[in-house]
């Protein structure tokens, strides 16, 4: 099969440590730039980077990527709660839902052939880069309250330029359940699962947009830690790979906030969508083929 | 209710900082280690093309302390990627601390069963 996207067809079985180490920094830091501006994430791009561009086994792929998204995660945690959108215990208690996931598909990961997750990686390419293209996040207002969410003690309030704001959450159980299926994938797959934790907490429970976002943020850091604890414990965490993958997608998403406020991100995410979508078409054809 | 937000807040301000000061830690050790990595292996060749999986002294928690402490460097970076997968596992044991203050029992028992998921993944409970 051939490339059909920018990506050297094969990687060079010969490169040096010091080559690929530096090329490894390079790419990890356009994924990172790109994530950030795009609110996909790192670990979306990273993995077909890797697989797809320099024929890595898709385990140690995985493993390197989990930590990098640990690393934006909470980088990004300080410049979230300065906004005080968060609410700690919606994320704490979804939290339950998604580390417990996250342990369920890091142990169906280490069992089933890397072509079977491959193709699923690239399915959930194809979804994320559908999702790039849904209508924007509704407002979410005036919702009535909930019983369920209320003993829970999920409601809450948010600044807004008017003052504060609050907010009822809805649909408990559904939400929790989208978040242990976000859980799964991110331990299968090594990504955040960010945009499956939005719908959840925006689209069923609905939470507003912002403190959706800002609580997916600090519940993906957790979610791959637990994942992340599982893969080091088997082996799949190889720390000549992750090294400069962890340190540049880390600097790229420092960046990528930084040009956020400024950047064009409509045209951005666009063309960030295309990408993805010829990333998920090759790693469903390949993991069919059985080639990766 | 009462509004605790305010509170809150500076609590939450607090572990934000701490959490990017965990990880900038996390990436000066990952770097070090990754200086004195690439001096040493810059000519090798890897093969990441096909999975064999990491040397025992990499895989669990004890091993990689014992490896680092002998300046191993795949250890030192290994030893910088625990610190940061601890750094949220240590923002949830912060939050179980701020729960019982508040004396919201429900929410400590909430984040006590997380913390324990984590240190079960992380201390290799057999998955």
Request: proline fraction near 4%; charge should be positive.
């Amino acid at each position: 099969m051939k490339s059909v996207v920018l990506l050297p067809q094969n990687h060079n079985p010969d490169m040096t440590t010091l080559e690929l180490s530096a090329i490894l920094a390079a790419a990890s830091i356009c994924a990172g730039f790109l994530g950030s501006l795009t609110g996909l994430g790192g670990g979306v791009v990273i993995i077909p980077l890797l697989t797809l561009g320099l024929g890595i086994d898709i385990r140690y792929a995985i493993g390197a990527s989990l930590v990098s998204v640990i690393a934006t995660s909470s980088g990004a945690a300080a410049a979230y709660v300065r906004e005080g959108f968060s609410n700690i215990r919606i994320g704490m208690f979804l939290e339950i839902a998604t580390t417990l996931g996250a342990l369920a598909g890091a142990a169906i990961a280490l069992r089933v052939a890397p072509s079977i997750i491959a193709v699923i990686f690239g399915c959930v390419l194809l979804y994320s880069a559908y999702q790039t293209f849904r209508a924007p996040p509704a407002d979410n207002e005036n919702v009535p309250a909930d019983g369920l969410a209320t003993r829970l003690g999920m409601n809450g309030s948010f600044p807004t330029p008017g003052g504060l704001r609050s907010y009822n959450v809805r649909s408990v159980p559904a939400g929790f359940g989208l978040m242990a299926l976000a859980g799964v994938l991110s331990g299968l797959l090594g990504i955040g699962s960010g945009a499956l934790k939005v719908i959840a907490m925006d689209r069923v429970m609905k939470i507003p947009f912002k403190v959706s976002t800002t609580t997916s943020n600090f519940m993906i850091g957790v979610t791959a830690a637990a994942s992340a604890g599982v893969y080091l414990n088997r082996g799949y965490i190889d720390p000549g790979l992750a090294m400069p993958i962890m340190l540049g997608v880390l600097a790229g998403s420092v960046l990528g906030a930084r040009f956020l406020a400024a950047a064009q991100t409509r045209s951005l995410r666009i063309i960030f969508a295309i990408t993805i979508v010829a990333l998920g078409a090759q790693m469903i054809f390949k993991g069919f083929g059985g080639r990766l | 209710m009462i509004d605790r937000r305010p509170n809150d807040h500076r609590m939450e301000h607090l572990i934000g900082n701490l959490l990017r000061f965990g990880v900038i830690i996390a990436a000066c050790i990952v770097a070090i280690g990754g200086a004195f990595y690439i001096v040493r292996r810059a000519g090798t060749v890897p093969h990441y093309g096909s999975f064999q999986g990491e040397p025992e002294f990499l895989e669990h928690v004890g091993q990689v302390l014992k490896a680092a402490a002998s300046l191993r460097s795949e250890a030192v970076i290994q030893v910088g990627l625990l610190v940061l997968i601890a750094v949220p596992i240590f923002r949830v044991a912060v939050s179980i601390v701020a729960f019982l203050l508040k004396r919201d029992w429900l929410y400590s028992l909430v984040t006590v069963i997380v913390l324990a998921v984590l240190l079960f993944a992380l201390l290799g409970g057999m998955v």
